[in-house]
């Protein structure tokens, strides 16, 4: 059993920058794909960005991409999401994600990892 803790959550204002981080309680290889999603209220949860062991692969959801840089420290088996020009509509709870394997088709699905964090409270305010 894996556990990952999301950390670095919190209120800032549209423009601002904001990093969350979350580490495995273990390193196995079921972190191998370490991946970020979100839930805004009365939506349906959304594929941030993924990335895999060795940070050779990334991807990044459409709605993100240009504004966040996702990296990965290995040592500490600890992945890292910095959201830049942050809007109101990136206010969600970010998820912090783990699985096995998965191929490039698959980061975007939620249903592909194993291990979920708790979610951490982004709240961009205007």
């Known amino acids: 059993q894996v556990q990952l803790l999301e950390s670095g959550g919190g209120l800032v204002q549209a423009g601002g920058s904001l990093r969350v981080s979350c580490a495995a309680s273990?390193?196995?290889?079921?972190?191998?794909?370490m991946a970020w999603f979100r839930q805004a209220p009365g939506k349906e949860r959304e594929f941030v960005a993924g990335?895999?062991?060795?940070?050779?692969?990334?991807y990044y959801a459409e709605s993100v991409k240009g504004r966040i840089t996702l990296s990965r420290d290995n040592d500490n088996d600890t992945v890292f999401l910095q959201v830049n020009s942050l809007k109101p509509k990136d206010t969600a709870v970010y998820y912090c994600?783990?699985?096995?394997?998965?191929?490039?088709?698959?980061?975007?699905?939620?249903?592909?990892?194993?291990?979920w964090g708790q979610g951490t409270q982004v709240t961009v305010s205007s």
């Open positions: 994600a783990a699985t096995t394997m998965v191929s490039s088709g698959d980061y975007y699905r939620s249903s592909t990892y194993i291990y």
């Open positions: 273990r390193r196995t290889a079921s972190t191998n794909v």
């Open positions: 990335i895999s062991r060795n940070s050779s692969l990334s």
